[in-house]
Structures are given as C-alpha cells and as structure tokens.
C-alpha cells in the first residue's frame, strides 16, 4: 500500500518509523512518505496560512499550497484516496479502516489553525475521491494525530503487517462487540485469580465463556453497539446472557 501524507509539521509522524509500522515500511509492505507542505509555497516565508474570510478568530490555510501539493498525486492513471481529518468528517471506524485496508494508494491532508479553505475539498474532488474523517467529537489542534491514528489502524489490517493474522480476528470492533477480558501467568497474582475455566483446557467451555464475556462487557460500557446489532448476530445462548 502506498501512503501519502502532507503536514506543515512532518516531525508530528516520526511515530510511523516505529514498531510494526516501521516495519512494514522497512519490508516494502508500506511505502509511506511523509511531505512539508511548505515545500510547495514561493514566498520568503513560506506562508500557508491566512486570516479569514469573513473576520473572527484564527487563520486558514491557504488553497494555493494545497493546490500544488496535491497536484502532484495526479499526475499518472492512478489516484489515491484523499483523506482530510477534520472534526465535521464522517466517523472513523473499524469497518472504515477495513474497507481502507483494501485500497492500493491514500493520501492524508493534515489541516492546522481553523482548518483549510473549503474550496481545496472541491478542487480536490475534481482529481480524486475525497473524504473527510473525524477521530471523534472533540476538537485537536490538528489533523497529524488523526493520521497517525488512522494509518495505524488500516495499515496493522494490511496483510503481512501483523504477523499472526487471527489475532485480527476476534478483537474489539470487528463484529460489533467489546473484546472479552484478557489474562496471562501467573494464576494468582495479588489474590486475584485467572477465571479457572480458562485453566481448564476445555476449548468448547472456554469459547463459551469469552463470548459471554464479550455480551456482558459490551452491554455495561458500550449499550449503543447492543442496541445496533442485528438479531442474527446473536445466537440462542447469546440472549441467555
Ligand atoms: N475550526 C475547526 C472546527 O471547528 O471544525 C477545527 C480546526 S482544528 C483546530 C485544526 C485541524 O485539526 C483540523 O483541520 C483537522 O485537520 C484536525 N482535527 C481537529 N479535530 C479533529 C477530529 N476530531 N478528527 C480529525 N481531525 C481533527
């Protein structure tokens, strides 16, 4: 997969050099590069940014520097997705970092101040599909976090990126339930005991009771994933819990 990404602070993705990322990027999997958008400005200051249309508070980053950044990702057949984190994009998901993972090429535009001048979102629209993604609902001071949140969660979905590919399987999120209650050696440890059934060696039982567990801990913390999950998702044991 090829990754693209554009910040006025490429120092904010030196996380992406680092464990399975780096990795994979070492390996050839992921072939991520990482560009100043400074670098596509002529002026003395290199300026990206500037004061609102409008009036209020803040700046705007400028269309121009945009515009012949992205440029540069149109050039052959090809065009990447662009994605532009911002804190009106749609939710980013697990199921969204799946349907990502499957894509050959993205980019990333990472806004700052109070975001970049809507007419870059249309102008890009015309080279390539856009979408804007938000973290959440909250507001960051920019978009260099949401990318290094979002690269990490496609790219571990990235076949050959995580080596035992079943530990993908049955985590949080992929099914529309919480993941069960992990545990290791020792057995006991401060008075408090590993669950004996995961002791047992009794592979049906186990199954069981991580399922149930999953039921329970997603209905206490995260009610709105119970509520959405299609009744053919549960089975008769499951409406037991
Ligand atoms: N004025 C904007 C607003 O109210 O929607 C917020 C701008 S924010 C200070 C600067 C940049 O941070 C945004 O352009 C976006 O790239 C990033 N950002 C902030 N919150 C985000 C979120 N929840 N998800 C994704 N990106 C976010």
Known sequence: MRIDVFSIFPEYLAPLDLSLIGKA???GLLDLTVHDLREFTHDRHRTV???????????????????????????????PTLLVPSPSGERFTQAMARELAGQDWLAF???RYEGIDERVYEHAATLMP???????DYVLNGGEVAVLTIVEAVARLVPGVIGNAESLVEESHEDGLLEYPVYTKPASWEGRDVPPVLMS????????????????RTARRRPDLIAVLSSDALDKKD???
């Open 25 to 27: 990027r070492r390996s």
């Open 49 to 79: 940014d500037d004061a609102p249309a409008g009036g209020g508070a803040g700046m705007v980053m400028k269309p121009e520097p945009w515009a012949e950044a992205l440029g540069t990702l149109a050039r052959g057949e090809a065009r």
């Open 109 to 111: 535009a990472c806004g």
């Open 130 to 136: 856009v979408r804007p993604v938000s973290l959440g």
């Open 201 to 216: 060696g009794h592979h049906a039982q186990i199954e069981r009771w991580r399922r149930d567990e999953r039921l329970r």
């Open 239 to 241: 409406r037991a819990v």
